[in-house]
């Protein structure tokens, strides 16, 4: 008998090209969180990992310079059916961008109780006015991305 | 007897120069919406009007420009003891970067009932979960601001 695999968020491809981004990241002295921007078809459009300190810029996080670039590559402001992959559960302001930007489907792979905006907080997706909702799927390689972001924040602490 | 006007927002100096933003932003084609990012000493540090269209980018709302040029020219990712003065109340994504940037006040002209995250909507300065919550002044040249939103979205409708 054979054994098949189930398909298995755990080793996600997707997932695997963000949390790349979220370790460079890291390299370079960021919070290590990473993104990919997928097309309908599941081709990457762009990928990134935070920028905030070396652009000197408070907002350069992953999932906003992800989903600026794709728009910017297909040359329109809304990603219809596009999925935004990051590492960690999008803060208020990505959350509302990615809202802003029409993408379908958001993945992510570690809930963040303090900072984040989807699961947590103000829970921008439910929103009363909130005019577009993308397909929420969360937890994604969460082991993974979870301890690559408290690591991190252990060897800041010394 | 001297009359002395006192100070009023009807006629501050910083939200007119961000209504000449928003101005010229709808003669580009854009939603009307201007900002402007004011140094602690009161200094204009940066003028921005919407560019959505314009840089196909969602996320080019005349605040977050403001914020990302103001962090640039200072060379840090903090905006301490800076004001933010934007036309309209900011939609959730441009209130969580304000908090981002660490803005010291948040001015703003009409307020946006549909998709306003300040005074409606989430109200993330509420949230408990907010690092930094600005002070905000809502409701300066009010009328100014929302006449000149009202005519752009008539003319759009014909």
């Known amino acids: ?47 990134a990992g935070n ?15 992800c989903l600026r670039a794709a728009a910017v590559l297909l040359g329109r402001t809304r990603l219809d059916g596009c999925s935004l992959v990051a590492t960690l559960e999008p ?23 303090k900072g984040g905006g989807v699961e947590h907080g103000p829970r921008l997706y439910g929103q009363p006015g909130c005019l577009h909702r993308p397909e929420v799927i969360g937890g994604v390689c969460e082991r993974e991305a979870a301890t690559l972001l408290r690591d991190f924040f252990r060897s800041l602490r010394g």
Chains 1, 2 share one sequence.
């Open 51 to 65: 920028e905030v300190e070396q652009r000197r810029d408070a907002s350069a996080h992953a999932e906003l310079l």
């Open 91 to 113: 803060c208020p302001m990505c959350a509302a961008a990615a809202s802003h930007f029409r993408v379908a489907r958001l993945v992510f792979g570690a809930y963040d109780p």
């Open 1 to 47: 008998m054979e054994l098949r695999a189930a398909p298995s968020y755990r080793t996600d491809p997707p997932m695997q090209a963000a949390l790349r981004e979220a370790r460079a990241a890291g390299a370079r002295g960021e919070v290590p969180v990473g993104a990919v921007l997928l097309a309908p078809d599941g081709r990457v459009l762009s990928r």
